[in-house]
Nanobody, 121 residues
Framework: QVQLVTSGGGSVQPGGSLRLSCAAS????????MAWYRQAPGKERELVAV???????NYRDSVKGRFTISIDNAKKTTYLQMNRLQPEDTAVYSC???????????????WGQGTQVTVSS
């Protein structure tokens, strides 16, 4: 069994910061990559940032320079540091991991529960 547990959401004023965490647990053999997605009301889910196990990153344009994704392979945890938050960043943020379970020969995608991020004055 694999679980992704997300934490760190909340409400902040524009210009504020939040840090999200997503910890994977269970019978995990290896992690290929971990990513953060978000979905705002009435909008489709979108990829925010992704990081591979070797530290390569990719961000959507609107968060470049403000958000930083990182990974702690030993803890099987990814973090999303969000600075200079804006109202348009308001959404439910979810964690995704492409990982391989012990005794499995392939990678599968897993999702954590969403966490609300609200940016308003």
């Amino acid at each position: 069994q694999v679980q992704l547990v997300t934490s760190g959401g909340g409400s902040v004023q524009p210009g504020g910061s939040l840090r999200l965490s997503c910890a994977a647990s269970g019978s995990i053999f290896s992690i290929k990559n971990m990513a953060w997605y978000r979905q705002a009301p009435g909008k489709e889910r979108e990829l925010v940032a992704v990081i591979t196990s070797d530290g390569s990153t990719n961000y959507r344009d609107s968060v470049k320079g403000r958000f930083t994704i990182s990974i702690d392979n030993a803890k099987k945890t990814t973090y999303l540091q969000m600075n200079r938050l804006q109202p348009e960043d308001t959404a439910v943020y979810s964690c995704n991991a492409a990982l391989r379970q012990t005794y499995s020969g392939h990678y599968d995608n897993y999702w954590g529960q969403g966490t609300q991020v609200t940016v308003s004055s």
